[in-house]
């Protein structure tokens, strides 16, 4: 990649000249053209060098799924700064660690007092976005002069210091370079979503989220697509918004299709999604029976894959003109390598179901982070002296190089001793027709060390027993390994973008 076209922002700039009338960004009645878009990118870019911004300075960016968020995000790329995505929900405490962590110079946010008070705190300047949007900082009293330059980036340049969930600890900033999301961009465009202008991207993902960010609004800006958003995910809202706007392609997690599946049920007359032609499931394993359901429901194909904020994020995908496996993560995209190790580090060959070789995800490629910010301990921890990133899943590899997730390593239950998967108790708790979701965890346990504990949400209007969904597994599977409790509970903790949070289930 040559530092003429490193910058994320020349993609946008080729397509608002390419095709300027077509439709950008769509939030209900407000439609943003490529035009448009580009203009407002240019216009806060120059307000954002008039308060001293410029190549490598960190701007913070706290905002829901709203047109002022790719404004912002490609106004900074635009002036050589770094971009830091924030979820809009953080409290106080939160933000105040993502700012001084960062060294982030500017905080853009919707007005309210936590970030108020955490960007007086850092003494971090703060650009509060009311309903007007970006007006103001685009055609009104505060607008200067634009940019109409694009700051020359090397490709090894960083450009995105995204953050890890924090989940083993305090979280960490992933350096997403230049390069990095370039490439993964072009990939996902290229060879799994065959992009043009006249696809419409489903915007459901958060795109302070590496899966949003990427596959849905850098992918878009690049071909021309529009990308249809809605601020907070809901199912109903999400169905309506595909038909309306003849949505062709649909970004999500696990949890998102059953919820839609769930809205459509209810509904009083089934909703038309014939335009939709590819939906995508990441972050999460997505249950059989889910795709299932959805793909007889629907008609459209599932294509699942995986990846994780170090890898910008696509790692292995399965692809649309060749063979899918559900079930599977698909191979390795262009550009990527995967493997797996076992505990003492030795390569564990191809399996099958019957014979498992289970072993830990390893990728090496164009993209895999720089670093963690500021953390050469925690980068040294996660990617190894031959540039392989250690992923923390457990998958297994079948003869056509297919992946298969079984767990996260830091979730594998040890039952006296026996390795017990969650994933697959999880899939048999799907199958039961009363199951809308559900999570298996290991609880503390005085002789076995661990215990298998499920909990569940139930399909609107069915019912079942505890003793009846313990009965509905164990029957299935070896006798360590069905849950000797089953909790029912109104709904699952989930994070920003929908995924399952284990860790507050062990903590409840």
């Not at 300027?20 to 878009?37: G, K, N």
């Not at 939709?276 to 429901?297: C, Q």
């Not at 490629?365 to 953390?375: A, F, L, Q």
């Not at 215990?451 to 969904?469: H, Q, R």
Request: hydrophobic content about 40%; aromatic content about 6%; proline content about 6%.
């Amino acid at each position: 990649m040559t530092s003429a076209t490193a910058n994320l922002a020349h993609n946008l700039s080729r397509t608002a000249e390419r095709v300027p009338d077509r439709p950008a960004v769509i939030l209900d009645d407000f439609v943003l053209p490529y035009r448009d878009l580009e203009h407002s990118v240019r216009q806060l870019a120059g307000w954002l060098r008039a308060q001293g911004i410029g190549e490598g300075d960190r701007v913070a960016l706290m905002l829901p799924n709203v047109p002022s968020f790719p404004v912002i995000y490609y106004a900074a790329l635009r002036i050589g700064a770094v971009v830091v995505p924030m979820n809009p929900l953080f409290k106080r405490r939160e933000i105040q660690f993502y700012l001084e962590d960062s060294g982030a110079r500017l905080l853009a946010a919707m007005p309210g007092e936590e970030a108020a008070a955490a960007a007086e705190q850092t003494g971090v300047q703060l650009l509060a976005i009311g309903p007007e949007g970006l007006s103001s900082y685009v055609h009104g009293d505060d607008a200067v002069d634009p940019v109409e330059e694009i700051v020359e980036r090397a490709g090894e340049d960083t450009a995105v210091i995204l953050y890890t969930s924090g989940t083993t600890g305090r979280p960490k900033g992933a350096e997403l370079t230049c390069d990095n999301l370039q490439t993964n961009q072009l990939a996902t465009t290229e060879t799994l979503l065959h992009l043009d202008e006249d696809d419409v991207v489903m915007g459901c993902l958060p795109l302070f989220h590496v899966f949003g960010m990427t596959c849905g609004m850098n992918t878009a800006f690049d071909t021309g697509a529009a990308l249809t958003m809605i601020p907070r995910f809901d199912p109903a809202k999400a169905l309506q918004v595909i038909e309306r706007d003849a949505v062709t392609v649909f970004e999500g997690v696990p949890t998102m299709y059953g919820a839609m599946l769930a809205a459509a049920g209810a509904a009083e007359q089934a909703p038309d999604l014939s335009t939709l032609r590819t939906a995508v499931s990441g972050g999460a394993s997505l249950p059989l029976e889910v795709m299932k359901r959805f793909e007889e429901t629907f008609g459209a194909t599932i294509l699942e894959g995986y990846g994780l904020s170090e890898t910008s994020p696509v790692a292995s995908f399965n692809h649309p003109d060749s063979e899918r496996k559900a079930g599977s993560i698909g191979i390795p995209i262009r550009g990527v390598e995967m493997k797996l190790v076992g505990p003492d580090g030795a390569e564990v060959g191809d399996s099958d179901e019957e014979d498992p070789q289970i072993g830990e995800i390893c990728i090496r490629g164009e993209n895999i982070m720089k670093g963690y910010w500021d953390r050469p301990d925690a980068t040294g921890e996660a990617i190894d002296a031959d540039g392989w990133f250690h992923s923390g899943d457990l998958a297994r590899r079948d003869g056509d190089g297919f992946y298969f997730i079984v767990d996260r390593k830091k979730d594998m239950i040890i039952r006296g001793g026996l390795n017990i998967y969650p994933r697959e108790i999880e899939e048999l708790l799907y199958e039961h027709p009363a199951v809308a979701e559900a999570a298996v965890i290991g609880v503390p346990h005085d002789e076995l060390g661990e215990e298998v504990a499920a909990y569940v949400v139930l399909a609107p209007d069915a019912s079942a027993t505890e003793a009846e969904l313990i009965e509905h597994v164990k029957s299935q599977v070896a006798p360590y390994k069905y849950p000797r409790s089953v909790t029912t509970i109104e709904e699952l903790p989930k994070g920003a973008t929908g995924k399952i949070l284990k860790r507050e289930l062990r903590d409840s």
